[in-house]
């Protein structure tokens, strides 16, 4: 069965500005104490979650990312980063052995393209692939996240997955969410067909043994359990507009 899994947006601060990140609070302001965290991760396991992942704004530049990471492993989690690989290498110094997963965001091969998107300012990919080389060495199990949008669909990035050997390739539709990326997104939209088109033209890496896992935006709806930096419970609805559930007090 698969692991309870929960998504913790530690806070909103990024060093990129990704056109389509649907995770940007524009309506929250600061991010839980230390304390008030961990008592958020505790109660997280006391009620059965049993993976946590830490997303952002970018997790790697939080104060007290390392104190999390710690304690998150101490609880038993699960352990996971999702992350630009912003100050992953600092991270590692101390905290590699309690992490058990990692996910590095890459969209394409093209410095070009990934500074178009916003992803950096023309030397994301070569950093990453030195990041992935990085985390094998530490044998944390590594995933690759990319988000497809209008400037990658056409894209082959079989020769740079075959590079950096993630154990998963999660694949994204590039997903509007009204309130979080408007103005922005509209046009990297592609459609299903679009999509799919990326999906396919990737299976022969499918057939070499490695684990893709395509997600569309009616796969990425009601998907996932996810906690914004005040603590809150929140989630995708079905028209694309977030839906803030309250638990009681932060």
């Known amino acids: 069965m698969k692991p309870i899994s929960v998504n913790f947006h530690l806070w909103k601060p990024c060093n990129y500005h990704c056109r389509f990140c649907f995770a940007t609070f524009p309506d929250i302001e600061g991010a839980l104490t230390l304390n008030d965290a961990k008592h958020l991760l505790f109660l997280l396991r006391e009620a059965g979650a049993e993976k946590l992942n830490f997303a952002g704004g970018e997790p790697t530049l939080h104060p007290n990312i390392g104190e999390l990471v710690a304690e998150s492993h101490r609880l038993g989690f699960i352990t996971s980063l999702v992350s630009n690989g912003a100050r992953m290498n600092q991270l590692l110094e101390k905290h590699a052995n309690e992490m058990d997963w990692v996910a590095l965001s890459v969209d394409s091969a093209s410095e070009v393209i990934q500074k178009n998107l916003g992803r950096g300012n023309g030397n994301h990919v070569i950093q990453s692939i030195a990041l992935f080389d990085k985390l094998h060495q530490y044998s944390i199990r590594v995933k690759l996240n990319t988000v497809v949008t209008n400037l990658n669909y056409q894209e082959n990035m079989s020769a740079f997955v075959r590079r950096v050997r993630p154990e998963r390739w ?81």
Do not use: A, C
Not at 180 to 207: A, K, M, W, Y
């Open 170 to 250: 999660k694949i994204f539709q590039v997903l509007p969410v009204q309130g979080q990326n408007d103005g922005s997104v509209e046009e990297l939209l592609i459609s299903p067909q679009q999509f799919q088109e990326f999906v396919e033209r990737h299976q022969p890496l499918i057939n070499e043994g490695f684990q893709v896992i395509p997600e569309s935006n009616d796969l990425m709806k009601d998907s996932y359990i996810m906690v914004n930096p005040q603590g809150q419970f929140y989630n995708i609805t079905k028209d694309n507009g977030l839906l803030r559930l309250f638990y009681g007090e932060n």
